[in-house]
């Protein structure tokens, strides 16, 4: 069997890397790895292949920093040379990115099995990138791979499955969440990020990059008056994403309380989230990591994919609002999560049970 695997955004190599592993289990399944260069920072790609030991990517196609259309566009034409040479069973994508929807529509058009990674998740924001791709990518899919029961109520909920050609109905299935697979592995090797200054032991860690936020003044503006408040109690460490750094620089955006630092790669950021108090952002993949890691979470989002821990109270949402925010660090701060009994999100076999349900697949 032949996987044509599409990556292009850090999120992605980081839920990667647990399938890849559990792919080279097995010799009988070939993958090829394209990565769109979407990312291409060193801190943004490259790291995350070497320290969590991906394998290369065979294909780069360097598109990545234009406009959603021509970034898109441009992924489809390469993606669709890419998969007429090579010729592959199945192409596998991840999550909601705009290269998670070029490789979709490529998979589709040319009559290859597709596999949804991450599929189900809603907001209910079609204002959000994210959401368009991942409706058009779960629409076309052959197999959807949930991560959670409330992923496939969305689906079942919007008519899902959709017959995709006579007698072949889409494959709908709750695999677990990869990301809690790579949390769980990767933690044996996390470590301090070099040069980092902490002032106690006791640190916020703090992430910020949706659209919905960075290309909002008024939201950002907020969101940044609030974390300068708190940092005057508790040191604030925020990895910047390279999208939020040009903003807040041409913004003239204030800072001055936050320790800023580059974006860091999976293991520095395992360190990080494992030793902080209390997570906030407006990241997916980090609302759940605070949870694998027994952090609580405030999220700078009107809405959340990941309900359930929400309804759990483990995440606060607060949205822009420096009120909410304020109140919501007030509040949860010096919470001690209890996670133990719970198992939202699988048991930390997602790849195993993503590959055994494709070579099972006829
Ligand atoms: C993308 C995803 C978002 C995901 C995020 C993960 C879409 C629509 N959005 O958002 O869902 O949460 O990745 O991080 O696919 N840039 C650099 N260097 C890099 C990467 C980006 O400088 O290595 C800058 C460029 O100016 C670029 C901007 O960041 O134009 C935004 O990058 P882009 O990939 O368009 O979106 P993200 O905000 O990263
Ligand atoms: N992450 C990282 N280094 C950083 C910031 C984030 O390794 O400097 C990790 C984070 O722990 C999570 C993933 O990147 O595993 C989430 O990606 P991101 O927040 O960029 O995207 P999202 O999940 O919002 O799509």
């Not at 040069?195 to 106690?200: A, D, E, G, K, S």
């Not at 209390?278 to 890691?293: C, H, I, N, P």
């Not at 195993?352 to 697949?361: A, D, M, Q, R, W």
Request: net charge negative; aromatic share 8%.
């Amino acid at each position: 069997m032949k996987i044509l695997t599409i990556l292009g955004a850090r999120p992605q190599f980081i839920k990667a890397g647990s399938v890849s592993r559990e792919i080279a289990k097995h010799k009988e399944i070939e993958e090829i790895i394209v990565h769109t260069g979407q990312h291409y920072d060193t801190n943004m790609s490259d790291i995350f292949f070497e320290e969590m030991k991906i394998p290369k990517p065979h294909y780069f196609l360097g598109i990545g920093g234009k406009s959603h259309g021509a970034m898109t566009g441009q992924m489809i034409e390469k993606i669709e040379e890419v998969c007429l040479k090579e010729k592959p069973d199945w192409v596998m994508v991840y999550g909601d990115t705009n290269s998670t929807l070029a490789g979709s529509i490529v998979a589709s058009k040319l009559h290859i099995k597709l596999a949804h990674i991450e599929a189900g998740l809603r907001s209910f924001n079609m204002k959000m990138p994210e959401e368009v791709n991942r409706i058009l990518t779960d629409r076309v899919s052959d197999i959807l791979f949930c991560p959670t029961d409330t992923a496939v109520e969305n689906l079942k909920k919007e008519g899902f499955p959709f017959k995709l050609s006579t007698n072949n109905y889409q494959l709908i299935t709750n695999c677990g969440d990869v990301m809690q697979d790579g949390a769980l592995f990767y933690k044996q090797f996390a470590k301090k990020p070099s040069n980092l200054q902490l002032q106690t032991s006791n640190f916020i860690l703090c992430t910020i990059h949706r659209a919905e936020n960075t290309d909002d003044e008024q939201r950002l503006r907020d969101i940044f008056k609030a974390l300068n408040e708190i940092a005057k109690e508790k040191q604030i460490i925020l990895p910047l994403h390279p999208r939020t750094k040009k903003i807040i620089e041409n913004l003239k955006i204030d800072t001055q309380n936050l320790t800023l630092i580059d974006p860091v790669g999976y293991l520095e950021m395992v360190w990080l989230i494992d030793n902080c108090s209390l997570v906030m952002t407006d990241s997916g993949g980090l609302q759940k990591e605070a949870y694998f890691f027994e952090k609580q979470c405030i999220t700078l989002r009107d809405e959340t994919e990941w309900v359930e821990l929400v309804d759990n109270g483990f995440n606060v949402l607060v949205g822009a609002n420096k009120e909410k925010i304020l109140n919501a660090y007030k509040t949860t701060s010096n919470l001690k999560l209890e996670t133990s009994n719970l198992n939202l999100y699988g048991e930390g076999k997602a790849s195993e049970n993503i590959i055994k349900e494709l070579i099972s697949y006829e």
